[in-house]
Structures are given as structure tokens and as C-alpha cells.
């Protein structure tokens, strides 16, 4: 609900933000303040200090609020808590710097607007005024998510440590039994013997007592006490252990009924040892079951990233893409209009020709050719841009999982693209060049892919490979080390097989600064940029790494500091 209300915030400022920019950008080519002041108004200096002024605190204003709602809109989708602090750094910088620029407008009717909408930014990314749940932004409640989720990490170690002990502990168990049985084993041969030398005597004692022994005794005293006995070793030999045994007196066969106590409790404990271990085999076959859901939600969550990485991707792309159209349709149909116009001029002033001086008319035939020439150029430039803007909105219309492989020619889609990126590189900076050296494998033949997931590969390894070779090209000391310095980025593709499948490799190395060693491995990590905040969200290298993927590819880097970069696509053909 917060996401979405900031969306919606955030959209309304862009909107007062661009009219106020259009309105003053009117007011600063003109001097006019709407389209219906009247010509013969005395027009006020426009370019003064002042008018200057305000319309860079509304550039401003508009591109960090436009960070700041980026910025809450891209938190909720990291995926580690060392990203927080890093991200909520940018934030902070980009709000101060908002805020700075807000009070630049003091005095001008959009900062009593602006100022608590750019307050309600603030409010999410640090804290929350309602009175139960207060420093609650959206920081504070991702790094509690992620303490939970170490918490319990914690806690399934601790269980699995405590099932380790347990078993040590059964273990221990059944060796001081089995020490048992070996004594109570002892105690009956002991008692066997005894009972062999004792039942001579009696025999003995028999012969001269029988009718008295057999009536008082032996029939109503030890033969009772013998079937008893005799009847719970029965019992037990079938399992039944819980019945205890109880046989009074002080001679031979007590002893016999107390070892054959001691055995019945040691043969139940073992009986319990061995429930405890079959519930121990069955608390751990339900953790690996449960280590198995847990690592299919991650591949899950993976994807459902991925997902929405590209989805919101699309969004912005679209919407730049759809901004821009306005401002183009109106130079593309007014420099058609404006060549109509120059027609019918070069009509009228035919029909003075005659009355004008030679230099005159060459001036005026060179002059209405120069023109000419620039209102078809400037159309033919407008069609091209229109037809890369139509290539962005299509090119973002479509989400990943809904996308169709295509079977295509590479080399020709590769110089397009390639084209793109280094056409878009060199309309921020005009003096930018760097050679493309091609290497191209003959008979590559059709090869099926996903053309705007990969077009979004190759747009972001070329932009980078510009980005790393001009910020080089700023590092160098002297005007003899760059005149020294030949950039250039190598495209090579070839085809290789293993155990019977044909794969496709792609390589693109630029001679720039190289990656250091330390971060190679966090490179394709979400968010994760070496780049200035102002110039780099942390998502292009993730992103081309989750589509190579996607293709059941393979994303590799190679570099060296000071000399080279290299990555390495390699897809099934």
C-alpha cells in the first residue's frame, strides 16, 4: 500500500514538475508567460539570474524526486541486508539534495504543494507517525525481515547441533545396556551353579523329609513361586514388557525374579531407545524435506525477482518512451508543415524575382536551400528517433514470461544493437569514439533466442564497455597519454559443442580500466554498482545475468586491472 501510494505521489509531482519546467522553458525562449499574452506586451528580461535559477531547482527537484520514488520502489526487491545500508545512503543524499533545492522555491506557489509530498517520501524511507508503530519506514522494516531470517538460520543450527547430541547420547545408552547384559549374563550362570549344589542338599534333605516338604513346601511355596516365574519369563519372551515382576522371600529363586527384574527394565529402556531413535530418523528425513521446499521457494522468489526486475523495467522504458514521443510528434509534423510552408515562400518570392537585384535572389536561392536542407534533415533525424522510440515501446510491452524465442540472423541484430548503444553513448558526450573490431564466425546459420531479453544484454555490456573506456580516457595525466591510448571493444562470436549439444559464444572486451578482483565476484549482484549514484542503479548486470540464465545459459567475467574486461555468453544454439 506504501509502494503504491508513493507511486502515485510521485507521479503527481513529476507532472507539476514538468509543467512548471515547460512554462518556464517557454518563458525563457519568449519572454512570454502564456501563448495569449498579447505581441505588444514589453517583454521583461528573461534571462535574468533569477528566471536561471528556478528553472535549474526545478530540473533538479524533478530528477531527485524521481530518485528518491526509484529508490523505495527498487528497496523492497533486494536480497540481502548488507544492500540496505548502501541504498539507503543514496536516499538520504537524494533527499537532502530535494530538499535543498525545495528551498530554493520558497516564494513560488509549487513549494507550499511540493513540500509535503516530498515530506511523505522522507516519511517512508525512515519512519511512520502513527502512534503504535513509530521509525518503521521502509529501512527499518527490511532490516528487521532480515534479522528474522538470520534468527531463524540460528535456530536450525541449534537443532540440528541438539540432534548430533542426542545421538552421541543413544549411543552412550546402548553400550552401558549391553555392559548390563554382560552382568545380569554373569549373574545367572552364578546363579545356575549355586542352584546345582543347593538341589543335591535338598535332594539329600528330601529323602528324609519328602512328605513334609511335599505338602508344606515344595506343592504350596516354591512350586508357586517356579510357575510364576516361569510364567512372566513367557511373558516377556513375547514381547511384554510393562508387567512387573514381584516375588517375596530371601533365597535362590528371588534372586533369579530380581535379575530377571533388572533385565525386563533394561530390555524396556532399550525398547525406548530405539522409539527415540526412530523418531530421531524421522525428525531428520522431515528436515531434509523441508531443506528441499526451502531451497525450491528461493528458486521461486528467484524468479518472481527476476519477474518483476524486468517488469519495472518495462514501465520505465515506456514511460520515457511515451514522453518523448509528445515533444517529437510536434517536431516532426512542424518541420513537414514548416518545408510546406518554405515551398509556398519559394513560390511568392518567384513571383518577384525579376524585380529584386542578382544578389539578391542568390542570396535568398541559398539561403531558402540551406533551409531546405536543414528541414529535411531535421525530419529524417525525426523519423529515425521516432523509429527507435516505437523499438523502445514494443521492446518493453512484452514481459519475459510471456515472450517467444525467435529463430534469427545474429550478426545483423548484434550490429543493430551494438549501433544503438554506441549512437545513445555519443549523444550525452559528442566527442566520444572507440573502434569496434568485429569478429564474426562464418556460417553461424539461424539461431533461437529471446530478442528483447537479449537486446537488453548486449545494450548494457556495450554501454558499460563505453562507460569504463571514457571514464580511462578521464584518468589519464597527460594530452600524450590520451593521444597514446586507442580505445576500442572487440565483438567476437564462434560455435563450440559438448557431449552433443552446439553452443553459441559471444564475446564482448572493451581496454578499459578493468575490474579489481575484489569485487568481480559481487558483480552480477542486484544493486551492486561502481558506478557514481547519479549514473548507476546496480541492476543492468543482474539483469543480463538472470536472462542468460533464462536462455539455460552460461555469464562468465574475465578481467585484469589496467588492460582489458571480458565477458563471455554462452547459449545453446
Known amino acids: 500500500t506504501l509502494l503504491s501510494q508513493v507511486t502515485k505521489e510521485s507521479r503527481v509531482m513529476s507532472r507539476l514538475l514538468l509543467s512548471a519546467i515547460d512554462d518556464q522553458t517557454f518563458f525563457l525562449h519568449t519572454g512570454l508567460k502564456t501563448l495569449k499574452q498579447k505581441t505588444s506586451t514589453p517583454i521583461k528580461i528573461r534571462a535574468n539570474p533569477k528566471s536561471i535559477n528556478y528553472y535549474k531547482n526545478l530540473l533538479s527537484l524533478n530528477t531527485q524526486t524521481n530518485i528518491l520514488s526509484n529508490l523505495l520502489l527498487q528497496v523492497s526487491q533486494i536480497a540481502g541486508a548488507d544492500l540496505i545500508q548502501p541504498l539507503q545512503e543514496r536516499f538520504q543524499a537524494a533527499l537532502r539534495n530535494s530538499q535543498q533545492a525545495l528551498k530554493s522555491l520558497k516564494g513560488y506557489g509549487l513549494h507550499k504543494i511540493l513540500a509535503p509530498k516530498i515530506d511523505f517520501l522522507n516519511q517512508s524511507g525512515f519512519k511512520n507517525n502513527t502512534s503504535h508503530n513509530k521509525n518503521q519506514g521502509v529501512f527499518k522494516l527490511l532490516s528487521t525481515i532480515f534479522k528474522e531470517k538470520r534468527r531463524q538460520k540460528q535456530y536450525l543450527e541449534k537443532n540440528r547441533k541438539l540432534l548430533i547430541s542426542l545421538s552421541k547420547q543413544t549411543g552412550l545408552l546402548i553400550a552401558g545396556i549391553e555392559r548390563a547384559g554382560n552382568n545380569i549374563s554373569k549373574v545367572f550362570e552364578k ?84 522409539l527415540v531413535e526412530k523418531l530421531a530418523k524421522e525428525v531428520q528425513e522431515k528436515n531434509d524435506q523441508l531443506s528441499k521446499v526451502v531451497k525450491q521457494l528461493k528458486n521461486a522468489q528467484k524468479q518472481m525477482v527476476m519477474q518483476e526486475k524486468l517488469a519495472s523495467l518495462g514501465e520505465l522504458v515506456a514511460g520515457v518512451a511515451h514522453e518523448i514521443k509528445n515533444p517529437l510528434n510536434f517536431i516532426n509534423n512542424f518541420s513537414a508543415l514548416s518545408k510546406e510552408l518554405l515551398e509556398e515562400l519559394a513560390e511568392e518570392i518567384n513571383t518577384i524575382k525579376s524585380a529584386l537585384p542578382k544578389d539578391k535572389n542568390d ?135 559438448k557431449e552433443g549439444t552446439e553452443f553459441l559464444k559471444i564475446i564482448i572486451e572493451d581496454n578499459g580500466p578493468g575490474i579489481p578482483k575484489g569485487i568481480q565476484q559481487k558483480i552480477f549482484d542486484p544493486f551492486f554498482t561502481t558506478k557514481p549514484t547519479d549514473k548507476g542503479t546496480g541492476l543492468g548486470l543482474s539483469l543480463s545475468h538472470d536472462i542468460i540464465r533464462k536462455h539455460s545459459g552460461t555469464m562468465t567475467l574475465t578481467s585484469t586491472v589496467g588492460e582489458f574486461t571480458r565477458f563471455v555468453l554462452k547459449l545453446p544454439k
Do not use: W
Request: with cysteine.
Open 363 to 497: 542570396f535568398i536561392s541559398l539561403l531558402m536551400k540551406d533551409l531546405k536542407g536543414n528541414l529535411e534533415k531535421i525530419y529524417s533525424h525525426g523519423q529515425r528517433t521516432d523509429g527507435i522510440i516505437k523499438s523502445m515501446l514494443q521492446h518493453s510491452s512484452g514481459h519475459s514470461e510471456e515472450s517467444k524465442k525467435e529463430s534469427i540472423d545474429l550478426h545483423p541484430f548484434l550490429d543493430r544493437t551494438i549501433n544503438l548503444a554506441y549512437q545513445g553513448k555519443r549523444v550525452g558526450n559528442s566527442g566520444f569514439n572507440v573502434e569496434f573490431i568485429k569478429d564474426y564466425a562464418e556460417d553461424l546459420g539461424q539461431v533461437t533466442i529471446y530478442p528483447q531479453d537479449m537486446s537488453r544484454v548486449i545494450l548494457n555490456l556495450v554501454g558499460n564497455a563505453c562507460d569504463a573506456i571514457e571514464s580511462k580516457i578521464q584518468g589519464l595525466a597527460t594530452e600524450e597519454e590520451k593521444a597514446h591510448y586507442k580505445p576500442c571493444i572487440n565483438i567476437k562470436t564462434s560455435t563450440t559443442a
Open 191 to 274: 546363579t545356575i551353579s549355586n542352584n546345582q549344589n543347593q538341589l543335591l542338599t535338598l535332594n539329600v534333605v528330601t529323602i528324609i523329609l519328602a512328605l513334609l516338604i511335599a505338602i508344606v513346601f515344595v506343592s504350596r511355596y516354591l512350586v508357586g513361586r517356579i510357575k510364576t516365574l516361569s510364567k512372566t519369563m513367557l511373558t516377556m519372551s513375547q514381547g511384554d514388557l510393562k508387567i512387573p515382576l514381584e516375588i517375596s522371600g530371601n533365597d535362590e529363586i528371588t534372586d533369579m525374579a530380581q535379575a530377571l527384574e533388572v533385565f525386563r527394565k533394561y530390555a524396556l529402556e532399550a525398547q525406548r531407545i530405539n
